[in-house]
């Protein structure tokens, strides 16, 4: 007679470059509700979250450990271990939980681990190997933005006012840098208007008001009006300048420029002023 082993089903999937390749949350709990009915497991609860496993901190992780040391969860079923843990702190901490009797089992399709000491000793491998591969990922992303920057183009979205055309295949992400036909001509006027003496929050009430300058809109957010606080950020951009500012490093930029340098630091000088007469005033 089989006898069923009580379990939580753990799944979790990121937007994480490393996570591209991992099954989506539903695909990995049919699998996971298929192995279980041939492995008699009994799935107490599933447990599911959206969220990057290279920092601790999960909140949905986190609650998991804290069942775990109140004894209400003694055996965890994931599809991968990498999909508990990519950082040493939280392999470190389930592997304590099993040597102290904690919990029971981790068990995945590829294999059950216990307290065992073997058992241990692989596991602190496999969250070991999972740790190197998200650590070489991460440089290699850094690796490869620095590589983008240095060709005078930016990793992220193009600011206000501009837009991106992928011109070189296998570079997603690292497209050309163009104006925006329907707003680069209206964030050039908000720079002009600054110059010429009014103020920031008088712009953008012209500019969002009467303009009907708006962001443009992304898979998550809509088109939308500008906030005042965007508009202190496109105006502190020295990509606006012709530059490519990343981790502190100022690199020229291959795009077409919006306000020359001079234009750019007196814009600057401006804001301050406004800044240092608001205190006085205060």
């Known amino acids: ?32 509700r298929q192995f279980a009915e041939r492995s008699c497991l009994e799935i107490s609860s599933e447990l599911t979250e959206s969220y990057s496993a290279r920092e601790p901190g999960r909140p949905v992780f986190s609650q998991l450990l804290t069942d775990i040391a109140a004894g209400k969860i003694e055996r965890i079923l994931s599809w991968k271990l990498d999909r508990l843990a ?19 089992e981790i068990v995945t399709p590829e294999g059950t681990y216990t307290g065992a000491g073997d058992s241990k000793f692989m596991l602190s491998v496999l969250f070991g190997a999972a740790t190197k591969m998200t650590d070489d990922l991460s440089q290699g992303v850094r690796r490869g933005n620095r590589a983008i920057c240095e060709r005078g183009r930016i990793p992220g979205m193009a600011p206000l ?16 840098v163009v104006p925006d036909p329907a707003r680069f001509e209206l964030v050039r006027r908000v720079w002009q208007r600054v110059l010429a003496g009014d103020t920031v929050a008088d712009v953008w009430r012209q500019a969002t008001q009467k303009w009907a300058l708006t962001v443009r809109g992304t898979r998550n957010l809509a088109i939308r009006p500008p906030s005042p606080a ?36 007196e814009v600057q000088r401006l804001m301050h002023r406004v800044e240092c007469a608001l205190l006085k005033e205060r």
């Open 161 to 176: 006012g501009y837009m991106k055309i992928r011109d070189l295949p296998g570079f997603r992400g690292a497209g050309k």
């Open 86 to 104: 990519r950082n040493p702190v939280d392999g470190g901490t389930l592997i304590h939980c099993l040597g102290k009797g904690l919990l029971k």
């Open 230 to 265: 965007y508009f202190y950020a496109i105006l502190s951009n020295r990509f606006y300048a012709g530059q490519v500012v990343h981790h502190g490093e100022v690199y020229q930029g291959e795009h077409q420029p919006m306000v020359t340098l001079a234009e750019f630091e």
């Open 1 to 32: 007679m089989n006898i069923q082993r009580a379990c939580v089903l753990y799944a979790r999937k990121s937007t994480d470059c490393e996570d591209k390749q991992i099954l989506s949350i539903p695909a990995q709990l049919s699998e996971l």
